[in-house]
């Protein structure tokens, strides 16, 4: 990035001062607003890159008599990988199994981060909203997915989809 963005500034002509030797210059207006807006660029996309390693590893929707949920019970499930070398913060992700409801439930603080290369598993039903399910029934998601087919999304605070998968029946 740095690189682009030098040869960038470079290719824009400086202002000589009058009165001094035309071998002395100084940066135009043009030339310094360029570059901050460069840089704002970059530092955004960075910024949101982070997301781009998340993904829906796995999914198993009829969980039946496999994996046994922190709650004693068989719920469905998805694993999220942290394919990155960053930590991800997961409190305050949404997940849906509606891309019209991107909000529909929202990853508790409770849930840890996602640490880099790490893999972390999301249960679905059996929350402690809606009874009592053990200590860490905050942290499964409350509802269930379609056994007949359909898609998991993750979304970020503002909105935007970070990755989906889909499944079939």
């Not at 997961?90 to 997940?95: E, I, K, P, S």
């Not at 640490?115 to 269930?144: I, P």
């Amino acid at each position: 990035k740095s690189d682009f963005i030098c040869n960038f500034a470079k290719s824009i002509p400086a202002v000589p001062l009058k009165g001094r030797p035309h071998t002395t210059t100084i940066f135009s207006m043009k030339k310094l607003i360029a570059i901050l807006l460069l840089l704002l660029v970059a530092q955004g996309i960075s910024a949101q890159s982070i997301y781009d390693n998340l993904i829906i590893n796995e999914i198993q929707v009829c969980n039946t008599d496999l994996y046994i949920d922190p709650s004693n019970n068989y719920g469905a499930w998805i694993e999220l990988h942290n394919t990155g070398t960053q930590v991800i913060k997961l409190a305050g992700l949404y997940v849906t199994d509606d891309k019209e409801n991107p909000k529909k439930f929202k990853i508790p603080g409770s849930v840890a981060n996602l640490k880099a290369g790490a893999f972390r598993c999301l249960w679905f039903d059996h929350n402690q909203a809606d009874g009592n399910y053990g200590g860490q029934s905050d942290q499964q998601v409350r509802f269930k997915p379609n056994v007949e087919g359909g898609a998991i999304y993750l979304f970020d605070s503002q909105g935007s989809q970070i990755c989906k998968v889909e499944y079939p029946a």
